[in-house]
């Protein structure tokens, strides 16, 4: 079954694609990191490992993990990767 053709969202009046939103959103997110990380230096934690103890430690993990994962993907995707038509054929 074919669906019938809608329009495209109206990305201009739309309160989620205006720039203040995005903006605002951005800032909000800046404003929590920057938050939990002044909390997390007094704050006493009892570490096991070392690194643990650091300022910020999960965070920097939490990031290297991230970036990690999108370069693999990005290496992934050249490994199996099809051409376009592969199902036509």
């Not at 079954?1 to 800032?27: E, K, L, S, V």
């Not at 997390?40 to 690194?51: D, I, K, P, Q, S």
């Not at 643990?52 to 199996?80: D, N, S």
């Amino acid at each position: 079954m074919n669906q019938p053709d809608t329009p495209p969202p109206d990305r201009n009046g739309h309160w989620i694609f205006r720039r203040r939103t995005i903006d605002g959103a951005f800032w909000g997110l800046v404003l929590i990191c920057a938050l939990l990380a002044l909390v997390e230096l007094v704050y006493h934690r009892h570490t096991v490992f070392a690194f643990e103890g650091f300022p910020v430690a999960y965070g920097i993990y939490g990031f290297v993990c991230f970036a990690g994962i999108v370069f693999a993907g990005k290496g992934l995707r050249k490994v199996i990767m099809r051409d376009e038509d592969y199902y036509d054929r």
